[in-house]
């Protein structure tokens, strides 16, 4: 994907934009901008199809639908913050030849730049419209959290959000109930731990980044990333999808304002779970022992793609009555992947054995962006291990 | 078209959530149901390599001649099934089910059994005998001081395994009990207590150090008579207790059916001259010998194996992900599942198999 320089980010690269069509405001989130983009983009025929998240048994529950038809669309507005998803693999082994625009958050965004840096996915055939993220949370942490903390019956919520450093759900009879975020994370609730750690919060590597933050209520806030999505914008709006207009001087700074203090509580909580409070050698050696190399990390993670795993030849073969050697498996997986680790943290939540691989990924793509300079998931680069800096390694 | 629809994992009976992945009529992978409360959203390799069946499967309902699969169609097989059973006396049919048929499939095959008068209907049970007792919840473990387990749940349960591993994060003890020299769930044990020919014995040694607060899992049994012996130490000491199964319905057909081991099935195949077996392989735990040239033996199963080739008919019925219904679970929770993958054939399911055959 051609970004745009930073010469060119001005202010007509931020815009507010709203949806025309009125049963779209009402439902989607923050003036239904995202939705009526993805119609415009269904009903000219630009994409084969639109992959985003549909609300299944309740909010705690998403599901990555594809729509093919632009009177879909409207079933699948709002935000989902305890559903964490990932779709850069579902792309990859699933929709590579086809021609879609996708929802994403910024580490589903890093996935699928990494991905399109290893021809996995072609980036002339995708939309990416990125939605700011404050994290999410995983389901059964929620319902648990929302039980003990907001005393309500999880089933009642009809819809959350993530806003103002506070997790705000709204009952069924149209209540709001807020608590801090800081606040839940210090009982061990709140977002997922990498979540946690992140500091993408506005997803800059995705075509467009759009959310609430500095928006007037009814408005999307836009941030325009690249020439394609400069496209996108206009064709949506010549085609009557979509008004525009300039956001307040106002409106920026309380957008950046939110984006530095969610960065900065990203920073602060990788140096707490990434070096003070880190495992120790020992802790994960206990760790190692509880590994029963299902794979599941592998096949979760949406930047390992290998067709044939050298980790499947007879020479890595373990004996099944023990845990693999941790050098042998994690440490191979290591080697090959944590340079482009994008602390998605799928790998977590798939662990049977609630390792937290995702904190030993995380941790070393960091020391490599320390001593590289490469940020995994962003510009057009490839990690240098992959490149021609590898000489000088 | 891509379609991502949530399942019941059908691996074990531990049961899972499981997400599948469909594409233009054909089951393409898995993905993490993570909104699922007994696993969220995390599936071991059984899990989620139980969409390799699709792979390589029976499509056809087939005549079997000397050993290779004929194809033929649901109608002539069908016609040859109630042409074998208009020949016999009621006392000479024998149905097998498993643990791998759905509740409702269950109660079919019941309901075909009683209108013909069928005694002789069974599933293999793994050695674990018909128990209706207060059975342990996942969340016992969780909050459990100690848990005792029989057998490897690391390597054959992970998910069951992953509510031990919180219960230890929890400070709680981890014995466990099991003929190998070792394994995953001994090595992350507490203690590790190796039994020989003294299973009762080192049963009885822990004894104890359980309490209320205790759980007993136990996945692996050599007899029936073995799980009287931890059921008289739950009993004893109040530990609850968890019978594990290897398949996704074994409680549900414990709580219809009668729970038969190798000997009883032996019988009563020798017994019978036309067998219906349901979503089993019997050389998983019978040899050839004990079911060659016994009985006619109709085959409900899309499963390519050997027993398909000593069969002398097999309809293929419909996989897991291609019907709805309800499993029961280990802990007794009973989970209904839709269609996840509409797959294009004309197999006709188990319940319009029993439906014909009436």
Known sequence: MSLLNIGDIMSDKFILAKSKENEITDSGACGGAVSSIFQYLLSNDIVDGVLTLNKGDDVYDGVPRLLTDASEVIETCGSLHCAPTMVGDLISDYLADEKIAVAVKPCDAKAINELVKRHRIDGDKIFTIGLNCGGTVRPEVAQEMIEKFYEVDPSRVVKEEIDKGKFIIELDDGEEIGIKIDDLEEEGYGRRDNCQRCELKVPRNADISCGNWGSEPGWTFVEINTEKGQELIDGAVSGGFIETKAPSEKAMEIRDKVENIMINMGKKSTAKQLDTEALTIEEWENQWNKCIKCFACRDICPICWCNECELEKPYFKDDKQAPPDPLGFHGVRLSHMSPSCVNCGQCDDVCPMEIPVSKLFHKLQVKYQDETGYVAGIGDEKPPLYSPQKENF | ?358
């Open chain 2, 1 to 358: 078209m891509l379609d991502i629809k949530h399942t019941i994992c059908p691996s074990c009976s531990v049961g899972c959530g499981l997400n599948i992945v469909s594409k233009d009529g054909a089951v393409v992978g898995t993905y993490p149901y993570k909104r699922h409360p007994i696993n969220e959203g995390k599936n071991c390799l059984n899990g989620r390599d139980s969409i390799l069946q699709f792979e390589d499967s029976i499509e056809k309902a087939s005549f079997v001649k000397n050993n290779e699969l004929e194809e033929s169609d649901n109608a002539s097989v069908i016609k040859a099934i109630k042409d074998q059973l208009a020949s016999i006396d009621a006392s000479d049919l024998a149905i097998i089910c498993s643990g791998n048929n759905t509740n409702e499939e269950l109660d079919k095959i019941i309901e075909f059994a009683n209108a013909y008068g069928c005694e002789k209907i069974g599933f293999y049970g793994s050695n674990f005998p018909n128990f209706s007792g207060e059975l342990a919840s996942y969340d016992d473990i969780n909050k459990a001081s100690t848990v005792l387990v029989i057998g490897d749940i690391y390597r054959e349960n992970p998910l069951l395994a992953r509510r031990v591993v919180l219960s230890k994060e929890n400070g709680g003890k981890l014995i466990n009990i099991d003929d190998v020299e070792k394994s995953i769930t001994s090595l992350n044990a507490d203690d590790f207590i190796q039994f020989t020919d003294d299973f009762n014995d080192k049963v009885a040694s822990v004894k104890d150090q359980l309490d209320e607060n205790s759980v007993i899992i136990v996945n692996k049994l050599s007899s029936k008579d073995d799980f009287a012996v931890i059921e008289e130490l739950s009993k004893e000491s109040n530990a609850k207790l968890l019978p594990v199964f290897n398949a996704p319905n074994t409680k549900g057909a414990m709580n219809r059916l009668d729970s038969l081991d190798c000997d009883e099935i032996r019988n009563i195949i020798d017994d019978s001259k036309v067998l219906i077996v349901v979503k089993d392989n019997l050389l998983d735990y019978l040899s050839e010998d004990d079911i060659k040239g016994k009985s006619f033996i109709v085959n409900i199963s899309n499963e390519k194996n050997r027993f398909a080739e000593l069969s002398d008919i097999v309809l293929p019925g419909k996989s897991w992900a291609e019907k709805e219904g309800t499993f029961t679970n280990c802990e007794g929770l009973e989970q209904s599942f839709i269609i996840s993958a509409e797959c294009d054939n004309d197999n006709l399911s188990e319940i319009e198999i029993f439906d014909e055959l009436a």
